[in-house]
Every structure is written in structure tokens, then in C-alpha cells.
């Protein structure tokens, strides 16, 4: 018996892990009742059905947050520029908001157009980038290749 106990590779893991306060955990423990592994088959699909669903989840929140943060920053962005477009039209002109209307409708109008004037600025630096893009892409193709033999 005590010689089984040695040769039993089971039995070590058993002593070693009772060793620790608690017992060596069912998955482990081999079985040749097929009702049994049908059971924990069922049972680890579930967990990880469970598993699964939770990480989706998880996924789902994490783009949520990533998408929040998005709109966050362009409003912040949006609103960095309607600053310094206000802030660069008042140096540019410091009685002209005031002397066209003394009513302040002309603060009021330039309010509501910074949206419009933030599209126009996105437009033209688009358009800058999309011109850079093309001369590079022109200036490339403008390089003479050098041609390798035709084989025979």
C-alpha cells in the first residue's frame, strides 16, 4: 500500500494540496463515470458562457468610455476654438462688437456662427493636409525607377 501511495502521482497531489488546509478540487480528481464528465462538461460550458458574456460587457463599456471621452475632448476642443476666435476678433477690432449694435446682437450672431467657422477652419486644414498628401504622393512617382531586366 505504501508502495502504491509512492508510484500514485494522484496521491501526491492529494497529500501536498491537504497539506496546504484544503483539499485537492474536484476538476482535478480523474473519473471514468460518464454521467460525471457529462456534468462537468455542462458545467464549465456554462461558466464559460458566463465568462464570455461578461467580457463582451466589459468590451461594450470600455468603447462607451472610450467614446465619451472622444466627444468630450471635441467639445473641448470646439470650445478652445470658439475662444481663441472670439479673443482673436476682439484684438483685431475692440470697438467694433460694441459700435455695430449697442444692443449686443452682433456678440449674440457671433456666438451662434463658431460652429460655422470651426467646419471652415477644419475644411481648409483638411484641404492643406489633402495637398501635402498629393505633392509628396505626385513627387514620389515623379522619381525615376529603374527597370530590371525582362527574363528570357
Not at 473519473?31 to 462538461?41: M, N, V, W
Not at 475632448?73 to 455695430?100: F, L, N, Y
Amino acid at each position: 500500500m505504501a508502495e502504491e501511495q509512492i508510484n500514485d502521482p494522484l496521491n501526491f497531489m492529494r497529500n501536498m494540496w491537504g497539506n496546504m488546509g484544503f483539499n485537492l478540487p474536484g476538476m482535478v480528481t480523474p473519473t471514468f463515470d460518464l454521467e460525471e464528465l457529462d456534468k462537468r462538461i455542462k458545467d464549465m460550458k456554462a461558466v464559460e458562457g458566463w465568462l464570455r458574456m461578461n467580457l463582451s460587457m466589459l468590451q461594450m463599456t470600455i468603447q462607451g468610455l472610450e467614446m465619451q471621452r472622444s466627444t468630450v475632448s471635441a467639445v473641448q476642443t470646439m470650445g478652445q476654438m470658439a475662444s481663441d476666435a472670439a479673443r482673436q476678433g476682439s484684438e483685431a477690432a475692440p470697438g467694433a462688437a460694441a459700435a455695430a449694435s449697442p444692443d449686443g446682437n452682433s456678440a449674440l450672431s457671433e456666438a451662434a456662427m463658431w460652429p460655422w467657422q470651426m467646419m471652415q477652419q477644419m475644411r481648409e486644414q483638411m484641404q492643406h493636409t489633402a495637398e501635402a498628401a498629393t505633392q509628396a504622393t505626385t513627387a514620389a512617382s515623379d522619381t525615376p525607377k529603374t527597370r530590371r531586366p525582362a527574363k528570357k
